[in-house]
């Protein structure tokens, strides 16, 4: 997976979505008066630009991530290399 190098407008983003700052940077970790900074310009961490990337585009709900649930992705990425192609092959397809 390819890490954003950027996000051009993060609070064009947020307006998509309907969110107010607040609502917005405190589900990636940032206050919102950070956030505020990063939409008026401010360079972004590599970490925050992925959390935003991983949170408001992917979709992906932090809050229900288990360290086992990595493990054992990566476990079967390892050893059934061919059935974890399935599988994201699969879940592609539901999106």
């Known amino acids: 997976m390819k890490l954003f190098k950027s ?3 993060p609070k064009e983003i947020r307006q998509k979505l309907g969110l107010n700052q607040q609502e917005f940077w405190s589900k990636v970790g940032v206050t919102q008066s950070g956030g505020s900074r990063y939409e008026s310009g401010r360079e972004m961490p590599k970490a ?5 990337r991983l949170v408001h585009i992917e979709h992906v709900d932090l809050t229900r991530i288990k360290r ?15 059935l ?3 599988l994201r092959k699969s879940a592609k397809q539901l999106k």
């Open 84 to 86: 974890y192609k399935n």
């Open 68 to 82: 086992d649930d990595l493990l054992i992705a990566a476990m079967l990425k390892t050893q059934h290399p061919d």
């Open 48 to 52: 925050v630009r992925e959390l935003l």
């Open 7 to 9: 996000i051009p407008n």
